[in-house]
C-alpha cells in the first residue's frame, strides 16, 4: 500500500537530515560563474559569497502527483534538477540549462545542530539578468578563477568554480 501522507512517525531520529543542492552556474559568452552574497542574517555562512540552492522540502514530493510508481513506493525523478531550477530563479532570477553535472557532496552540521547532506552540481546559464531574492543575498559577481580569489567565500566554492569551467570550456 502506498504511502497516503508524508510523515515522521516510523522514521529514526539519528537518520534525518536536510538534503540541500547547490549549482555552480557557468556562462558561455565569457566563461564565468556566478556567485551570490549572503545576507548577514542568514543562519550558516552569514555575509559569505556562495552558489544558489537550496533544500529539498515535503511540499516537493506531492503524492497525488509523483512522476511514477515503483511497486508501492512513490517515485519523483529529477527531484534534485527541480529544486536548483526552481532556486536558481528564486535567488537569482536567471534560468540554467537542464543538463547538471556532479561536482562533489559533503555533509555538515549547522550552528543550530541540524545535520545536512549538500550535493553539488555545475549548470550552464540559460538566459536572464541577476535579480536577487530580498533578503537573502546583497550582492553578487560573475567570476573567473583568479577573480574569485578577492571574494569571502564559503569553503570549497572556488575550487568548484575552477572545476566547472574547467568542465564546460
Not at 544558489?52 to 516537493?60: S, T
Not at 540559460?126 to 536577487?132: C, D, K
Not at 574569485?148 to 572556488?158: F, R, S
Request: proline share 5%; charged share 30%.
Amino acid at each position: 500500500m502506498k504511502a497516503d501522507k508524508i510523515s515522521l512517525e516510523y522514521a529514526k531520529p539519528e537518520k534525518l537530515f536536510y538534503f540541500v543542492a547547490n549549482v555552480v552556474i557557468w556562462r558561455a559568452t565569457d566563461g564565468r560563474c556566478l556567485i551570490l552574497k549572503r545576507s548577514e542574517t542568514e543562519a550558516v555562512h552569514p555575509g559569505k559569497y556562495c552558489v544558489p540552492g537550496g533544500k529539498l522540502e515535503w511540499r516537493d514530493l506531492p503524492l497525488m502527483h509523483p512522476t511514477r510508481m515503483n511497486g508501492d513506493v512513490v517515485d519523483f525523478e529529477r527531484v534534485a534538477e527541480d529544486l536548483l531550477r526552481r532556486e536558481v530563479r528564486e535567488e537569482a532570477g536567471i534560468s540554467i540549462g537542464d543538463e547538471l553535472r556532479y561536482l562533489n557532496s559533503v555533509a555538515f552540521v549547522r550552528p543550530d545542530g541540524i545535520p545536512v547532506v549538500l550535493v553539488k552540481f555545475a549548470a550552464r546559464y540559460l538566459s536572464g539578468m541577476v535579480s536577487l531574492e530580498s533578503g537573502s543575498f546583497v550582492d553578487h559577481a560573475w567570476v573567473n578563477v583568479e577573480e574569485v580569489a578577492k571574494y569571502n567565500c564559503i569553503l570549497g566554492i572556488p575550487e568548484e568554480i575552477k572545476t566547472t569551467i574547467e568542465l564546460f570550456k
